[in-house]
């Protein structure tokens, strides 16, 4: 922009000889701020300097018109005040600011300050033939309001005390929480002039959101204020006479303004607590959040009973098809076992009938004799092939023997010579093989048959008689499995069998054997425990030396140990355990039942005896 310069003319008073010649110098000056701005518009307008003088005093006037209806003018108050008591006076209704106080700008400050000194200027009161007091006039008290509010300092100090501003704090409300927001929203509202950190959240209403509530209590439980209390001080260390009497005032002020300040946080804590104590909607979002935690809580609830419901199904299900696998798989052994049993039935009632075919066939035919000394013989013959033929051996011979009647006995002796070459050569064979086993084992001993293996070979040649498949080989597979002791093989089975039985086909000499066997090893055991009573018994049958060992008395002497184990033995086991004596007796080494009754008795007597000696002393 262009720089504008203006030369001052020279002062009216020199130019009418007033002054001295060159008191006053010319000076280029430059307009700043709205000089600058009027210049600048006169410039670019062209308008004289006149015209923009006009026009400042035509807004001045009309500043001045609003100024009257904004600052008021209490003259009675004015008067009333006292010049000397300047700090407790209303600095805003001193300069007619009332109605603005805390929120009059700078620029209204000032305004009010001019009116009232062109109001209430001593010089212009005293033209008007109004009576002034130099020392005692209320203009000094206009003057100190517009020192005070118009610092920054000094204002903030006096709005902190403000003595129209109201302290309380409404209480708690139990019964009209309806009329919440109409008590505590003018509250809140007028303390908020207070706030460092702005804006300020509203308390809002009731149909507030739950987050819109939350944010309003958090910053006023967090609340910072700038309230301070430098205004109420009672000292003023200006006035003090040196440092240390400054010092002093300045800490006696600092204590005074922190113990305000803590009371100013208590109040608006207790607006605070008083405000969330009667807030409905406090409680309304409580019973919110207490249902959605219920809610939740049943969900959760549900959930686990659903997944505990779907595993019980899952493992019914499981143990369901398991049963009846089972019983598809037990329905299957009983009918498999039921067909055996029928099947082993009507091979019994099959073997039967053929046995009894072959008995009356050979009852009829006079057992194929042709003289009474081959009866007996025939007889056995036809028994034994009975016990050892099936079914089918039985039926064919039968019919054999059936087919021609004439030829019968020719046939029934084939067939006897037929069977016992069969059972010569397994005997002659069994023979061969207890010969190479000898022969074999001659170079090693044998192991020594116990009873109870004596007593499984008799039970496996029962269970598998002769004609059975590898008959040997399975006895001694018996023997092993149902023994703990070591493997037979079935040479060692043959050959202690052909040993014992000796070709006998009842076996009765080996069964005999077994039972001498077992009756030995019966009578050695109980020669021992008669051997064993017999010498208790001729101890028990000693006499004693003296008849207190005969009672089962020890009387030696009672050593430390056994009287530290015997009291022991008393603390361990009370009057009411069962057996207590015979306990006790048992921790006491080479002492009886009787041993440790006695020396009870004694230690209870000599107790006793010291008591009475004790009290005999005291009576004395």
């Given at each position: 922009?262009?720089?504008?310069r203006?030369v ?8 009418q000889g ?5 008191f006053?110098?010319?000076?280029e000056v ?6 600058f ?11 004289t300097f ?7 005093s035509?807004?001045?006037?009309s500043?001045e ?6 600052f ?10 006292d010049?000397k008591?300047?700090q407790?006076?209303?600095q ?12 009059a ?7 009010a ?5 062109l109001?209430h ?21 206009i ?15 006096f709005?902190s ?8 704090v409404?209480e ?9 927001i109409k ?17 300020v ?15 309003f ?13 430098s205004?109420l001080d ?9 440092k240390?009497?400054r ?5 006696i ?5 922190k ?9 608006i ?10 807030d409905p909607?406090?409680?309304?979002f409580?019973e919110e959040?207490?249902?959605?935690k219920l809610?939740?809580?049943?969900a959760k609830?549900?959930q686990?009973?659903a ?5 019980e ?11 009846k696998?089972?019983e598809?798989k037990e329905?299957i052994?009983?009918a498999?076992?039921?067909a ?8 019994k009632r ?15 035919h006079n057992?194929f ?14 028994e ?5 033929y099936n079914?089918?051996?039985l ?14 006995r020719?046939?029934?002796?084939r ?20 010969g190479?086993?000898?022969t074999?084992?001659s170079g090693?001993?044998?192991?020594e048959?116990?009873t109870e293996e004596?007593?499984m ?5 029962k269970?598998f008689?002769?004609g059975?498949v ?6 001694a597979?018996y ?9 037979r ?16 086909f009842?076996?009765?000499?080996l069964?005999e054997?077994v ?5 030995e090893?019966?009578q ?19 006499r ?15 050593t ?5 184990l015997?009291?022991q033995?008393?603390?361990s086991?009370p ?7 015979d306990?006790i007796?048992?921790?006491?080494p ?8 006695k ?6 007597e000599v ?5 009475a ?8």
């Amino acid at each position: 922009f262009t720089s504008t310069r203006e030369v001052m003319v020279s002062s009216p008073e020199i130019r009418q000889g007033v002054l001295p010649v060159g008191f006053l110098k010319e000076r280029e000056v430059e307009p700043v701020g709205r000089w600058f701005l009027n210049q600048w518009d006169r410039i670019n307008s062209n308008r004289t300097f006149s015209h923009g003088i006009l026009s400042e005093s035509s807004d001045s006037g009309s500043e001045e018109e609003d100024d009257e209806a904004l600052f008021e003018d209490d003259l009675e108050y004015l008067r009333s005040l006292d010049p000397k008591e300047t700090q407790e006076q209303d600095q805003y209704r001193v300069l007619g600011l009332s109605k603005l106080r805390i929120l009059a700008t700078d620029d209204q400050i000032k305004r009010a300050h001019r009116q009232k000194v062109l109001r209430h200027h001593p010089d212009k009161r005293k033209a008007a033939g109004e009576e002034i007091k130099e020392d005692d006039d209320y203009f000094s008290c206009i003057t100190k309001a517009f020192e005070i509010l118009g610092n920054p300092v000094t204002r903030r100090a006096f709005d902190s005390v403000d003595p129209t501003f109201d302290d309380d704090v409404p209480e708690v409300l139990k019964k009209d929480k309806e009329n919440f927001i109409k008590i505590f929203g003018p509250a809140f509202e007028k303390n908020k002039r207070w706030a460092v950190k702005t804006p300020v959240p509203l308390l809002g209403d009731m149909d507030s959101t739950r987050e819109d509530v939350d944010r309003f209590y958090s910053y006023w439980y967090e609340f910072d204020s700038w309230r301070e209390y430098s205004y109420l001080d009672e000292e003023d260390k200006e006035k003090a006479g040196d440092k240390w009497e400054r010092r002093e005032i300045d800490k006696i002020n600092k204590a005074q303004r922190k113990e305000k300040k803590a009371d100013e946080t208590k109040r608006i804590r207790k607006l605070v607590d008083n405000a969330y104590n009667s807030d409905p909607r406090i409680a309304k979002f409580r019973e919110e959040e207490k249902n959605e935690k219920l809610a939740k809580k049943k969900a959760k609830a549900d959930q686990a009973k659903a997944r505990k419901d779907e595993e019980e199904r899952i493992i019914k299900e499981k143990e369901d098809a398991e049963r009846k696998e089972r019983e598809a798989k037990e329905e299957i052994e009983k009918a498999k076992k039921a067909a055996e049993k029928k099947e082993k039935d009507e091979m019994k009632r099959l073997i039967k009938i053929e046995r009894k075919k072959l008995r009356t066939f050979s009852k009829e035919h006079n057992y194929f004799i042709i003289d009474d000394n081959e009866k007996l013989t025939h007889l056995a013959e036809v028994e034994k092939m009975c016990e050892l033929y099936n079914c089918e051996q039985l039926r064919n011979l039968v019919e054999r023997l059936e087919k021609d009647t004439t030829k019968s006995r020719e046939v029934f002796i084939r067939e006897m010579n037929k069977l016992n070459n069969k059972m010569e050569e397994e005997r002659i064979e069994e023979a061969q093989m207890t010969g190479k086993t000898s022969t074999e084992g001659s170079g090693k001993t044998e192991a020594e048959w116990g009873t109870e293996e004596l007593q499984m070979m008799i039970k496996a040649i029962k269970l598998f008689p002769a004609g059975t498949v590898d008959r040997w080989e399975v006895c001694a597979d018996y023997i092993s499995t149902h023994n703990n002791s070591e493997p037979r093989t079935p040479k060692e089975v043959i050959s202690k069998a052909k040993e014992m039985q000796s070709g006998n086909f009842a076996m009765s000499s080996l069964k005999e054997e077994v039972n001498k066997m077992a009756y030995e090893n019966l009578q050695k055991g109980q020669n021992k425990k008669v051997l064993e009573i017999a010498a208790k018994e001729s101890e028990a049958s000693q006499r004693t030396e003296t008849s207190a060992e005969m009672m089962g008395i020890n009387n030696a002497t009672w050593t430390p140990d056994e009287q530290k184990l015997l009291e022991q033995a008393l603390k361990s086991f009370p009057a009411s355990t069962p057996e207590r004596w015979d306990r006790i007796a048992e921790t006491v080494p080479g002492r009886s039942k009787k041993d440790c009754m006695k020396r009870y008795k004694e230690l209870v007597e000599v107790i006793k005896a010291k008591k009475a000696a004790m009290a005999a002393a005291k009576k004395s």
